[in-house]
């Protein structure tokens, strides 16, 4: 599976983006999925993840819970990251990764996309 983040940008404090992850390989459907990001000097941390069904198997870290929410397209091969009400604190790269474990452990995921900025400004 190769995956190809997108969406990411620079954006107001409040404001919001969408981020795209697209999917090469038709086993995608039966990956879990999961958004991770890493702001400079810090340790890559857990966003939010999806199964490989979708729906409201969902799980989120509690700094993102309420505002960002996490779904999926099996059809498109594509995963999103709707981002709401977003703050300083949420600039860093952002990368998506699949993996066969349900799990916000990024040690589990096994296919990594190359990561997208967001940039919030204050």
């Known amino acids: 599976v190769q995956l190809q983040a997108s969406g990411g940008g620079l954006v107001q404090a409040g404001g919001s983006l969408r981020l795209s992850c697209a999917a090469s390989g038709r086993t995608f459907s039966t990956y879990h999925m999961g958004w991770f990001r890493q702001a400079p000097g810090k340790e890559r941390e857990f966003v939010a993840a999806?199964?490989?069904?979708?729906?409201?198997?969902?799980l989120y870290a509690d700094s993102v819970k309420g505002r960002f929410t996490i779904s999926r397209d099996n059809a498109k091969n594509t995963v999103y990251l709707q981002m709401n009400s977003l703050k300083f604190e949420d600039t860093a790269l952002y990368y998506c990764?699949?993996?066969?474990?349900?799990?916000?452990?990024?040690?589990?995921?096994?296919?990594w996309g190359q990561g997208t900025q967001v940039t919030v400004s204050s």
């Open positions: 990764a699949a993996t066969k474990t349900w799990t916000s452990l990024p040690g589990a995921y096994v296919y």
């Open positions: 999806i199964s490989w069904s979708g729906g409201s198997t969902t």
